[in-house]
């Protein structure tokens, strides 16, 4: 895309294979402040080049694309810096012509967005990274739309997580690139990990076994890669998951990460007090069940999630 | 000043503070009609028309406004986003969210979704809804009220605004999470009026939003105006005809920019254009040449019109009513 001072941004993408078998797609950075992606990008890219000089066979297609915001990830924002736009809030996106205009906002995001959507139109596999935001941090698990289970059931067991969170949403969830391409016939998964502007190594490392394992599955890789242990996660669901919000405002420190068996009447943090030296809040799970998200950014207000456990009885 | 202020939400910010939502109630009757302001922080033309408003209503409450009688109930909701107002931030400013995107809200969820639940609660008896914006901050804006086609409504009373365009658009998944959407849902229409741009005040579009209003409030049977009494400000020749007229969608064009560069506009906003007519010109600010120019594909209105200069290929430069 060309700038206003008639540079250009490049979405680049980095391709390995021999193109005979199946494509695998691999985009992160759609909000410029997720940077697992990157990190995992570049073991992948590093894996592959490696896999390919040892002269052992790629077949089909894997295509990394982890810098998908790239004036985001520049100017250290999340959403598309020239309006503030939520790129994930974009798709399908328009071609830019009058007979497609966006629904709303500025455009250029909207275009953005079309480009990317047509492009990953082709592939076998989606896989859409993204590392949270500055709130909350994630172990790593897979998202999908209830209506799009049936694409978690057929790859969730070869993708090292611990956790598929198959999820009702709100309208505004149309708008997502996973959404839109399940939607189009692109099998497409959302993993979430980490928390924003930080990457979580050991994170990366599992979700990076995760991919190979998917590589494994479409036959891409194949022969001298240890077969992977399928990995059994647990289902998340509207049902089973629990919302812990905080009740005063202050700032919290976290006794533990995610990722983790939690129970009932366990302390998780705690919402201190800076000028009185008090506990305003100790946090502590109200459920038997495994911790999958926790508070990361130390402020909070009245109601802000702190934490998301799945309820095992 | 006889307006009963009303703290709908008191929100604890995490150092010891608190900070205020209010409301406030002119009257005492029946129908009651709401005015929602400053979801955005950095829009200035709805506190400005609510500072008029309030100022009027003050003074027909006290009987200082010959002529004019209170008969319903005006709550106007002056700034929604005080945070953001103070800051200079156009959303929410810990967490970047969208108070406008936040409907219905959750009344113990994050703040964004109690400021929600508290606005929504505290509009359970109204029957009508005016909520004042601007454009996005790309662009300014023809005076004009945008309303969900689904939404069953009188055309008289979207008319009786006395503004150029009433516009019936699509909804879509993202303004779902709107003010708007949420009370059209619970069948209390909501008129969005968008005029002006951020940043500034529009004194000439504020002037005719407020006596717009006060319009409304007459035709809707709010405000009763004694035969013989002039209206609250001085009447002045309206800047585009009357009466107004119902767009639907595929009636507005919008007219994008085919390449990246800076737009240099030609055409004000309020030209009626003819086909063919110069919107502006796209230029090459490194190079010092023209890239394209930018006219109107068939003629119209022009309701929207760019204010920001940087534009990328596909920007929306300008909206027509054709």
């Known amino acids: 895309m060309k700038t206003p001072l008639q540079e250009k941004i490049g979405l680049f993408e980095s391709s390995f294979g021999d193109g005979a078998g199946k494509r695998f797609a691999l ?68 071609n830019g012509t009058a007979a497609d205009p966006p629904p709303q906002g500025e455009g250029a995001s909207h275009v953005w967005a079309g480009a990317l959507f047509e492009h990953l139109k082709g592939f076998d596999l989606v896989v859409d990274v993204h590392s949270s935001n500055l709130f909350l941090r994630e172990c790593p698990q897979i998202r999908v739309l209830n209506r799009y289970r049936a694409v978690a059931e057929t790859y969730a067991d070869h993708t090292n997580v611990d956790v598929v969170w198959v999820h009702d949403a ?42 190979l394992s998917l590589l494994q599955k479409l036959g891409i890789l194949s022969g001298a890669l240890p077969p992977a242990p399928p990995s059994r996660p647990i289902y998340a669901t509207d049902q089973n998951v629990r919302y812990l919000n905080s009740e005063s405002g202050g700032f919290f420190v976290p006794d533990i990460s995610v990722g983790f068996k939690v129970e009932q009447g366990q302390r998780i943090g705690r919402i201190l007090d800076a000028l009185s030296g008090e506990v305003k809040e100790d946090v502590a799970s109200r ?10 950014h130390p402020i909070v207000y009245p109601g802000s999630l702190m934490a998301r456990v799945i309820e095992i009885a | ?80 986003n005080p945070l953001g107002t103070m800051a200079h931030r156009r959303y929410w400013p810990f967490d970047q969210r969208d108070i406008n995107l936040s409907f219905p809200g959750v009344s113990m969820g994050e703040t964004t979704e109690r400021i929600a639940a508290a606005v929504l609660a505290s509009l359970r008896d109204c029957r009508s809804c005016i909520d004042l914006c601007c454009g996005s901050r790309f662009f300014e804006e023809l005076p004009h009220i945008r309303l969900y086609e689904s939404i069953a409504m009188p055309d008289e009373s979207a008319l009786s605004f006395n503004l150029p365009i009433v516009w019936r658009r699509h909804s879509t998944p993202l303004l779902t999470g709107s003010l708007a959407h949420n009370l059209n ?17 529009d004194p000439l579009f504020c002037e005719r939003v407020y006596e717009g209003i006060l319009n409304y409030f007459v035709a809707s049977g709010v405000l009763e105006k004694r035969a013989g009494t002039g209206p609250a400000a001085p009447a002045a020749e309206s800047p585009w005809p009357l009466p107004g007229r119902i767009i639907w969608p595929k009636d507005v064009l919008s007219v994008l920019s085919p390449a990246a560069g800076l737009f240099v506009a030609a055409a004000a906003l309020g030209c009626r254009l003819e086909r063919g007519a110069l919107i502006g010109h796209i230029v090459d600010p490194v190079g010092g040449g023209r890239i394209a120019e930018v006219s109107a594909p068939a003629p119209g209105l022009l309701f929207s019109l760019r204010s920001n200069p940087v534009l990328y290929a596909g920007s929306l430069i300008a909206r027509l009513a054709g």
């Open chain 2, 1 to 80: 000043m006889s307006a009963r202020p009303e703290t709908i939400l008191s929100i604890e910010l995490p150092f010891n503070e608190n900070l205020a939502f209010y409301a406030f109630t002119f009257g005492a009757g029946d129908p009651e009609v709401a005015i929602t302001s400053g979801f955005y922080g950095d829009e200035y033309n709805g506190l400005y028309v609510c500072h008029k408003l309030i100022g009027f209503l003050s003074e027909v409450t006290e009987g200082r406004a010959a002529g004019w009688r209170l008969k319903g109930r005006v709550k106007i909701f002056p700034a929604l």
């Open chain 1, 27 to 94: 985009v992160s950075g759609i909000h410029g402040d997720e940077l697992d992606g990157l990190y995992l990008s570049y073991h992948l890219a590093r894996f592959l080049r490696e896999w390919e000089s040892a002269g052992k066979s790629i077949r089909g297609q894997v295509s990394l694309i982890p810098v998908a915001n790239p004036l985001a990830t520049a100017a250290t924002e999340r959403f598309w810096p020239f309006g503030q736009i939520d790129v994930n809030r974009c798709f399908p996106g328009t």
């Open chain 1, 170 to 211: 709100p309208t505004v969830i149309e708008t997502t690139l996973s959404c839109n391409l399940n939607a189009a016939g692109v099998p497409t998964l959302v993993v979430e990990m980490g928390v924003g502007l930080r990457i979580q190594k050991e994170f990366v490392e599992i979700v990076f076994q995760g991919v």
């Open chain 2, 185 to 201: 849902l619970r069948g209390v229409p909501t008129f969005v009026l968008k005029f002006g741009g951020t940043d500034r005040i």
């Open chain 1, 287 to 296: 459920w038997n069940g495994y911790l999958f998200t926790i508070r990361a």
